[in-house]
């Protein structure tokens, strides 16, 4: 288990953290894997009610860490990438996500498979796939349409739009916006112990009810977008925004 990712189970909640502070917890092939595999395993822990996915009091996720994805790049529906989108997008157990600071890329679309959003005023979604040269994925062409309506999904996409926590609030694209810090990750806490405390049964139940038939289609949009993002990864238009976007991120980082 990488000391990236933080694992607590307690009072019937799974705890997942991101913990690369010095990267702004950029997601690497092994924190993908642990998420996803941690999520699986939840699926038969009998004792484990509801499920957080949570960075920082400072921090969600930048993103993907870009050098090891270059390196690392998509090899199929059984990557650790793709081991931990299924996780998501067919979890039973209630996903509750904590969001402070920068959310990018797959740091806004994993959101679209969580139940309860809980983000920072001053959060900052965005889904830069087009700027980068590549495609949505997480199933977000699908999901976010749907979510929001096309010409916002369309603005968020193809612009690469930054929206502000409060913003993501009033597009009914999180639950309730914070002040930033721990009062988020509080908010998140609090609403997974509410979960637990309720009959399991009925609460998967109704949340297979709420998603009768998204998760099926995500999981197939899914599929369609890992093939054209893999093709485009290796592409010249790609590369050359991804090196654009590292050498820009060096000052951030070292």
């Given amino acids: 288990m990488s000391d990236h990712l933080l694992i607590e189970r307690s009072q019937g909640v799974l705890t997942l953290t991101l913990n690369r502070a010095d990267k702004k917890n950029a997601l690497t092939r092994e924190m993908y894997g642990d998420m ?3 999520i699986a395993a939840a699926e038969s822990d009998q004792s484990i009610r509801a499920i957080i996915i949570q960075g920082s009091a400072d921090c969600f996720t930048s993103g993907n860490d870009v050098s090891d994805f270059i390196k690392n790049e998509r ?3 059984d990557s650790p990438v793709y081991r931990f989108l299924k996780a998501v997008c067919h979890a039973s157990k209630p996903l509750i996500a904590a969001v402070n600071g920068p959310a990018v890329g797959i740091g ?7 139940d309860l959003i809980y983000v920072a005023q001053n959060a900052r979604l965005k889904m830069p796939f087009v700027n980068l040269g590549l495609c949505p994925e997480a199933g977000s062409s ?5 979510l929001l309506g096309h010409p916002r999904a369309a603005e968020l996409l193809l612009l690469g739009e930054e929206i502000s926590g409060t913003r993501a609030c009033e597009i009914g694209l999180a639950n309730q916006a914070l002040p ?4 988020v990750l509080d908010a998140a806490r609090a609403a997974a112990l509410r979960i637990a405390e309720l009959p399991p049964s ?3 139940l109704t949340k297979r009810l709420i998603r009768s038939g998204v998760s099926r289609t995500a999981d197939e949009v899914m599929e369609t977008e890992g093939d054209h993002f893999a093709k485009l990864l290796s592409g010249a238009e790609a590369k050359e ?3 654009a976007f590292m050498e820009k991120r060096k000052p951030v980082f070292n």
């Fill in 36 to 38: 996803g595999d941690a």
């Fill in 75 to 77: 090899t199929g529906t």
């Fill in 108 to 114: 806004t679309t994993m959101l679209l498979h969580c």
């Fill in 142 to 146: 699908f999901l976010l349409p749907r």
């Fill in 180 to 183: 930033a810090g721990q009062a």
């Fill in 202 to 204: 009925s609460v998967q």
């Fill in 241 to 243: 925004a991804l090196t």
